[in-house]
């Protein structure tokens, strides 16, 4: 009798552990046929909205939604008060944060100093490809109404066409899902370097799609004429990669066109802002050379049942160490993690010492100005400050450039220092021909004094953004609700964070 019933026990745990890997099996096959279904996310043009891909993909936008997590505001010119100098008479001067997540971006745009505080479509101190890099409404206008109609006129222009963060369009084609490059201005890039998009191949296209913003770009100026039949200009995104996508290639470049950003408040210097040239220094990094790219990374595969998809909580690999940088290097996670900041210490000391060289020898040309330098004795240190300025901020703009190429950054770290320190010394005997010996520049030891400094106006320009958010701003969203183009609620989970008082 005993046996009988092992026997049938036996038989019942056979039988249930049998219906349990059918059940499980096809599971995954109805995972996996799910997987290779490809949903049309809309028939015809872009589909800015994030939300709307969720319903397709529930995975990756629950991933994606995690960027909203790293909101933390760190004022970096509060840190590093030296930078109110170097970008003295530029935007940056006025607000300059570490970078947040991807779902924070547009947010950032609205709430920085940089953009002002425009009160209606046609003011304001930034053009319209500001929205570029901030928002996957940018790919749905340039297809709806052209490149260079988008690239035409003030920022404020469409703020209440611009209302999604960085999301799924911009990396995605609405009908196919598939990888693509939705910014036109890339594409160009690639082909003055030389690649052949036909070339590509899908792990190109992971770090080409994180390239199509984080990379070097200009504004430049384009005649052309509107379908009303209008002569207009249009500053478009231009990435100066026809020399070479080395910091020293593109100096060269802009050289030979002739190009500044703008000229300096203090030293009068025509200077070059580097934006994020990320995928530049990639390029010059061991990782990309050993065929690794950005997604490989910052959005590490994640497998649940059959299905294997990219995270995209896209963010520091530091943030998830064991499942980005383990992969491959074998110390355990703490070890790796003290490795890494200690190198980051020594990178930021020589970065510290690049920004007092260059804030110094800002202020000494001012003085030497004030004393009566000429042009012709101001030529050349002029020159060497746009040369080293230039240099240091194409190694630190990406912020993650230590990481993607440590050798490069230093590099050129040290190269900036060294011509910075030339333009210092070259000042110092134009003040002495001056009569000015011993001359010690101003403390800039705090954000209030290097910003007193540098010529801005923080209180005033705090106040005039805060009449902008609680007016303008409020009327894009109310339109952009009514109009189909952003979910009600969709701003309300996001706190609203800055580096100044809202008062």
Not at 25 to 33: G, M, R
């Amino acid at each position: 009798m005993k046996k009988n019933t092992i026997i049938l026990v036996g038989a019942l745990i056979a039988i249930a552990f049998m219906t349990y890997m059918l059940l499980s099996i096809n599971t995954k096959k109805t995972e996996q046929v799910l997987l290779n279904t490809t949903p049309v996310i809309k028939e015809k043009g872009v589909e800015a909205r994030s939300d709307i891909w969720g319903k397709e993909y529930p995975r990756q936008y629950d991933t994606w939604k995690k960027t909203k997590d790293s909101n933390k505001i760190e004022d970096l010119v509060e840190k590093y008060p030296q930078l109110a100098i170097l970008w003295s008479g530029y935007g940056f001067a006025k607000d300059y944060n570490a970078p947040r997540g991807h779902f924070n971006a547009l947010q950032s745009n609205i709430n920085t100093l940089r953009t002002g505080a425009p009160t209606g479509p046609n003011d304001g101190p930034m053009p319209m490809a500001c929205w570029s890099c901030k928002s996957s409404d940018v790919p749905r206008i340039m297809e709806r109404d052209g490149e260079l109609e988008y690239f035409t006129g003030k920022w404020a222009r469409m703020g209440n066409e611009i209302v999604n963060p960085i999301g799924c369009a911009d990396c995605h084609n609405s009908q196919t899902s598939q990888l693509e490059i939705s910014r036109p201005y890339l594409k160009r890039g690639l082909e003055a370097s030389g690649k052949k998009l036909e070339d590509l191949t899908f792990q190109d296209m992971r770090s080409l799609a994180c390239a199509q913003c984080h990379s070097e770009y200009y504004f430049k100026k384009t005649p052309y004429t509107d379908k009303a039949g209008n002569k207009q200009i249009a500053a478009v995104v231009t990435f100066p990669w026809a020399k070479g996508l080395a910091a020293e290639n593109m100096e060269e470049y802009y050289n030979e066109y002739g190009f500044k950003d703008w000229t300096h408040g203090l030293s009068k210097t025509p200077m070059l802002k580097a934006q994020h040239p990320g995928y530049e220094i990639f390029t010059t990094g061991i990782h990309y050379k050993r065929g690794l790219s950005c997604a490989d990374c910052h959005m590490p595969y994640i497998q649940e049942g059959a299905v294997k998809f990219s995270d995209h909580q896209i963010q520091s690999p530091l943030n998830n160490i064991a499942n980005s940088c383990l992969t491959c290097h074998r110390q355990s996670e703490e070890e790796f993690k003290q490795i890494v900041e200690e190198k980051l210490k020594r990178k930021n000391q020589l970065n510290v010492i690049a920004m007092n060289s260059l804030a110094s020898a800002h202020l000494l040309a001012k003085k030497a100005w004030e004393v009566g330098a000429t042009e012709d004795e101001m030529r050349k240190p002029i020159n060497t400050i746009r040369s080293a300025q230039w240099l240091w901020d194409y190694s630190i703009a990406s912020h993650g450039s230590f990481f993607h190429a440590p050798g490069e950054t230093l590099r050129l770290l040290g190269v900036a220092n060294n011509k910075a320190m030339e333009a210092r010394l070259e000042l110092q005997n134009i003040l002495a021909n001056h009569g000015v010996t011993n001359y010690e520049v101003p403390d800039f030891s705090t954000k209030e004094k290097a910003q007193k400094l540098a010529g801005v106006p923080f209180d005033k320009l705090v106040k005039e953004k805060m009449r902008f958010k609680k007016g303008l701003v409020v009327e894009w969203y109310d339109e952009a609700v009514k109009a189909g183009r952003l979910d009600k609620n969709w701003w309300k989970i996001l706190p609203d964070n800055t580096a100044y008082p809202q008062n």
